[in-house]
């Protein structure tokens, strides 16, 4: 195996994790990149990470972030990557409305900061470094033409969108203007155990092992209507790294070529439980986005042709596994709270004088995105 190197940015994100895993399987030496915060947020990558003090460790993890581009350019100096995968990202959609300048920030002017690095790397070093950058469905927006492919025209609908548009074209100009091997992932929505409990699919998979286990009765959304090509991130990690081991640099879509609707996932987790959803669910308008992205679908031929690319999960599967997954939380959750466990040890009363436990920190997150 010759001796290849890779530096994720995004590295304690949903696929950074993935992508860590499957780079680790295939003998990479891994750098990844993390935010300084006050509490810890590698959960994702704690079966993956070993002492740096015990021997041969090939997951590295280094302080920095996508706004300090001295810190990039010390690090890929140090680290001496030939593969970059810049999946970091302010990545909800909600959010970039609440918070557009940093969404542009991390994610439009971040990425142009880690290209400037990747280019003066590669002149200093003469080492041909590879550049992955993870763009997005959400570009094509209110679409154009269904289903999407690399030919179809963007129009971004959130913050996060135009900056993705952004992040896309800066990618395309230093491969052209540079001759960089830098590739763009259209990645259409993919979804894991491992997503963030704010997105769509995590919130209605881990409410319904929630209602199931009496943890919880109420789930709140906004737009039932809304389609998604929603495929598995673990096969989708596994796109990102082929696009790399090509002889040219390229774009590809990558979706599985199924959409369907925010009712229809209901549908599938809550029959899982055996549950009517709705009985639980409740619209809550401030889920409602300004401008909304109704339907995507995606036309992932020419990875399927150029890279040998095809989805192993389909959305049944995906919704039964990120269902087993939220029901083994849940099991245990409803476990711990019967055993007297209390979240910061605040409520003390017996569980029969409550109806419903506290809500947890996660949860009062989600109530705002
Ligand atoms: P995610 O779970 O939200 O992870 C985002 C990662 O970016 C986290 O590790 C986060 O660190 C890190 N990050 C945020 N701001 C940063 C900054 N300023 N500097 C350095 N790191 C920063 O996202 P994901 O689902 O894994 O998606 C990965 C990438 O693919 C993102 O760029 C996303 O926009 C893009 N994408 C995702 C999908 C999808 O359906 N999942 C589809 C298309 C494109 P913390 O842990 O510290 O927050
Ligand atoms: N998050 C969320 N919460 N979405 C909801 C809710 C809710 O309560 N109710 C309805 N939805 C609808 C949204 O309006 C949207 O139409 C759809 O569910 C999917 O929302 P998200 O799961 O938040 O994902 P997204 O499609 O906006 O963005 C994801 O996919 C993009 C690729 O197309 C993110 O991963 C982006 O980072 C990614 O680029």
């Not at 290849?4 to 295939?26: C, F």
């Not at 990039?72 to 909800?92: G, K």
């Not at 609908?157 to 992040?167: F, L």
Request: hydrophobic share 40%.
């Amino acid at each position: 195996m010759p001796d290849k190197t890779a530096l994720i940015t995004g590295v304690t994100g949903q696929d950074g994790s993935y992508l860590a895993e499957l780079l680790l399987e295939k003998g990479y030496r891994v750098h990844g990149v993390v935010r300084r915060a006050s509490v810890f947020t590698t959960q994702r990558i704690e079966h993956l990470y070993r002492d740096p003090h015990s021997g041969d460790v090939r997951l590295r993890l280094h302080y920095g972030d996508l706004l300090d581009a001295i810190c990039l350019r010390r690090l890929l100096n140090e680290v001496r990557p030939t593969e970059i995968y810049n999946l970091a990202a302010q990545s909800h959609v909600r959010t970039s409305f609440d918070e557009p300048i940093h969404t542009a920030e991390v994610v439009a002017i971040g990425t142009l900061n880690l290209l400037e690095a990747a280019r003066d790397y590669r002149d200093e070093t003469g080492i041909n470094v590879r550049f992955y950058q993870a763009s997005s469905s959400e570009m094509y927006g209110k679409v154009i033409e269904t289903p999407q492919t690399e030919r179809t025209p963007f129009y971004p609908r959130s913050p996060y969108a135009c900056a993705k548009v952004h992040a896309f074209w800066q990618t395309v100009n230093y491969r052209e203007a540079y001759d960089l091997f830098a590739c763009n992932g259209i990645l259409f929505n993919h979804e894991s155990p491992r997503r963030g409990e704010t997105f769509v699919t995590r919130k209605v998979t881990r409410a319904a092992a929630r209602i199931r286990f009496g943890l919880q009765d109420a789930l709140y959304l906004g737009n039932l209507d809304a389609r998604r090509d929603w495929g598995y991130a673990g096969d989708f990690v596994e796109a990102m790294w082929r696009m790399l081991q090509q002889r040219r640099p390229d774009d590809y879509v990558i979706a599985t070529g199924q959409t369907h609707s925010v009712r229809e996932l209901l549908d599938e987790a809550f029959g899982i439980v055996g549950l009517d959803w709705s009985k639980h669910v409740r619209i809550d308008p401030q889920y409602f986005r300004p401008t909304e992205v109704d339907l995507l679908l995606g036309d992932a031929s020419k990875a399927r042709s150029q890279l040998g690319w095809t989805p192993a999960v389909a959305f049944k599967q995906l919704v039964r596994m990120m269902m087993d997954a939220d029901l083994n939380l849940a099991r245990q959750e409803r476990t711990l709270f019967d055993a007297g466990y209390r979240e910061g040890n605040i409520r003390t009363a017996p569980v029969e004088q409550i109806a419903l436990p506290r809500r947890s920190s996660a949860e009062a997150l989600t109530a705002v995105t």
